[in-house]
């Protein structure tokens, strides 16, 4: 399977390796490929890096993992929907707003999530809302010592969180799905809740898990 990945920050590199280690072949999307050479040397002869236009055609299966302020942008570069339409895209993007240096709240909320923007930007696209809650370090083969965390996911079509669900269980991961992808509503504020554990404690080794009876 071709995955593009539009993005080159450590949320994208570091599902990228995720995803070579699984077998299949990996581009990222960036304005500037030519940064992304050090990342092409570790990451081996099945990874490539080009525009977000390349990086869209190329995927069978695209990822999202852009800064919020630059998605929209990116989406537009990529021609989209176009060439997204009928793909599943994974959406691990947050909408935070940063005051002060810190993550302070999120642009759209409550009644709105960036989840559902994406979506609306993507018509054609099977938009499911993942990896967004737990940092880049812990994204693939996350090691904690009360076990295996859950990755909370969400999206309105079914076939697609199914794929979704195999990745994040190939990756490490348990599995909870929260619904439609109005679920993005839920699931972006925990973003918030990890930062603020992460910035109070100055330790970046926590994610989410749901405990059940």
């Not at 593009?4 to 500037?32: E, M, T, Y």
């Not at 909408?95 to 302070?104: D, L, M, N, Q, T």
């Not at 509503?185 to 100055?202: D, H, I, K, M, V």
Request: with cysteine.
């Amino acid at each position: 399977m071709q995955v593009g990945i539009l993005g080159s920050g450590g949320v994208a590199q570091a599902l990228g390796l995720g995803f070579l280690k699984l077998g299949h072949d990996v581009k990222l999307g960036s304005r500037d490929p030519q940064k992304l050479q050090p990342w092409l040397a570790k990451a081996g002869k099945r990874a490539s890096a080009g525009s977000f236009e390349d990086t869209a055609r190329f995927a069978d299966i695209a990822v999202l993992a852009t800064l919020w302020a630059g998605t929209e942008s990116a989406l537009k570069l990529a021609v989209a929907p176009t060439s997204l339409a009928g793909k599943l895209v994974i959406d691990v993007t947050n909408p935070v707003i940063v005051e002060a240096g810190k993550p302070a709240r999120l642009t759209l909320g409550h009644t709105d999530s960036g989840g559902e923007q994406v979506q609306r930007w993507l018509p054609q696209s099977k938009v499911v809302k993942a990896f967004n809650s737990v940092g880049e370090a812990h994204m693939v083969d996350p090691k904690f010592s009360g076990g295996p965390p859950d990755m909370f996911i969400c999206g309105d079509d079914a076939s697609a969180k199914q794929v979704v669900t195999g990745i994040c269980k190939n990756f490490g991961w348990g599995v909870v799905d929260v619904g439609g992808i109005e679920g993005a509503r839920l699931l972006e504020p925990l973003c918030l809740l990890w930062l603020a554990y992460g910035l109070s404690t100055q330790t970046w080794n926590h994610a989410f898990k749901l405990l059940r009876s």
